[in-house]
């Protein structure tokens, strides 16, 4: 059985991305495009882990977090943030609403036929 991933992030080119980066991995992907539907599928689908996205539209991943972890039935689940956008203080208003890390980078489509998605720049994880 494969691993389930919640994917929740507001552009299809990033979601593309994840879902292949993730698929090619054997991850089972789950994809929701704002947090209000990210908390939906969350309850939904209970999956392994989150990725999300910090910066979304009326509810922004740091709320949508704050929200899951004060759900007795999905705080165990561990929430990632995801950015590519990452400004000073990011890291420490991630783990104010409860995400496990924060990994900062940016990804580049792939430039060639049958080429994957590449990471270009890796920052910080927090501990």
Do not use: W
């Amino acid at each position: 059985m494969s691993k389930r991933i919640l994917v929740v992030e507001d552009q299809e080119d990033n979601r593309q991305i994840l879902r292949d980066l993730l698929t090619s991995a054997d991850f089972e992907v789950i994809e929701a495009v704002d947090a209000e539907a990210g908390l939906a599928a969350a309850a939904a689908h209970r999956p392994d882990l989150i990725l999300m996205d910090i910066q979304l539209p009326i509810l922004d991943g740091y709320e949508a977090t704050r929200r899951l972890k004060a759900d007795t039935g999905l705080r165990t689940i561990p929430v990632i943030a995801v950015t590519s956008y990452g400004l000073a203080g990011d890291a420490e208003k991630a783990r104010a609403a409860g995400c496990g890390c924060l990994h900062f980078q940016a990804l580049q489509p792939a430039s060639a036929p049958g080429e994957g998605p590449r990471v270009l720049v890796r920052g910080p994880t927090m501990r």
